[in-house]
C-alpha cells in the first residue's frame, strides 16, 4: 500500500466502487469472484499473488461502500466508524468471530467491528467445507463474506486465520512471506503460528485507512446523495 493519505485512488485502493460517482473498469463485466485466501495459491506466482491483492482490494471496496452509503443517508451520524457483521450463517466459529472482533476492536481506533443482524450487515462470515481453505470474497456488486473453512481450521489456529479474514474487510492485503508476528502472512508462516495479533504497521495502515479514504469515498456519497 501507498504511504500518501490524500485519497483511495493513492492509496492503491481505487474508487471504482458502484454508487460512489466512479465507473467500474470496462474489463469488470461480466464480474468474476474475486478470494483472498489464509494460504498462498498452489501456483504460487506474481500473477496469483497479484490475484490475491486484487481481491483484498475489492473486498475493502465492497465495505466501504456499504458503510459510506448508510451514512449518507443519515448524515448526522457520529464521527466513528462502525463496520457490522452478521455471523449467523457461522455459528460453529462464534467465539473465533467474537474474538477476532475484540482483538481488532482493541488494535485500531478509527473503525469498530459490530455484530448485527443481516439486513443491516456490511459483510457476513459463512461456513463450510472448501478446497480452497479459508478465505475473504467478494463478488465485485457490494455483496463480501468471510468463509471459514473446517478442515483448514483444524489445521490452522482458527483465532488466527478468522482474525487474518477480518483484516481483508479492514483493507489489508496477504503478505504470506511475512513472519509469524506479522497477521497478514496467514498460513505462510506454517500451522506451528498462532499469532492472531496485528502487528504494529499493520494497525497502523488499517488506522491511516479508516481515517482518511473513508472520508473521500463519504465526500462521494454525500455529493451523490445531495444531487
Not at 87 to 114: C, D, E, H, M, Y
Not at 151 to 163: F, G, K
Amino acid at each position: 500500500m501507498r504511504k500518501s493519505l490524500s485519497s483511495l485512488a493513492v492509496l492503491g485502493l481505487g474508487l471504482t466502487m458502484a454508487g460512489l460517482g466512479t465507473a467500474a473498469p470496462a474489463a469488470a463485466s461480466p464480474v468474476a469472484e474475486s478470494h483472498a485466501g489464509f494460504v498462498a495459491k498452489s501456483s504460487a506466482s506474481a500473477s496469483a499473488a497479484a490475484a490475491d491483492s486484487d481481491a483484498s482490494r475489492a473486498f475493502f471496496q465492497a465495505v466501504l461502500k456499504s458503510v459510506a452509503e448508510k451514512r449518507a443517508a443519515n448524515p448526522s451520524a457520529t464521527a466513528a466508524v462502525t463496520v457490522v457483521y452478521d455471523a449467523s450463517r457461522a455459528p460453529t466459529f462464534s467465539a473465533q468471530i467474537a474474538r477476532s472482533t475484540q482483538i481488532w476492536n482493541s488494535s485500531v481506533s478509527n473503525v469498530k467491528l459490530q455484530s448485527g443482524s443481516a439486513s443491516a450487515a456490511d459483510f457476513s462470515y459463512r461456513e463450510g467445507n472448501d478446497s480452497r481453505g479459508s478465505y475473504a470474497s467478494t463478488d465485485g456488486h457490494g455483496s463480501g463474506y468471510i468463509f471459514l473453512d473446517y478442515r483448514q481450521n483444524q489445521q490452522y489456529d482458527s483465532t488466527r486465520v478468522t482474525a487474518h479474514e477480518t483484516g481483508h474487510v479492514l483493507g489489508l492485503p496477504d503478505h504470506y512471506s511475512g513472519p509469524c508476528s506479522e497477521l497478514m502472512s496467514g498460513g505462510g508462516p506454517g500451522p506451528s503460528c498462532t499469532n492472531a495479533i496485528p502487528n504494529a504497521t499493520e494497525r497502523s495502515r488499517v488506522n491511516r485507512l479508516w481515517a482518511n479514504g473513508f472520508a473521500a469515498a463519504m465526500d462521494k456519497a454525500l455529493e451523490k446523495s445531495a444531487r
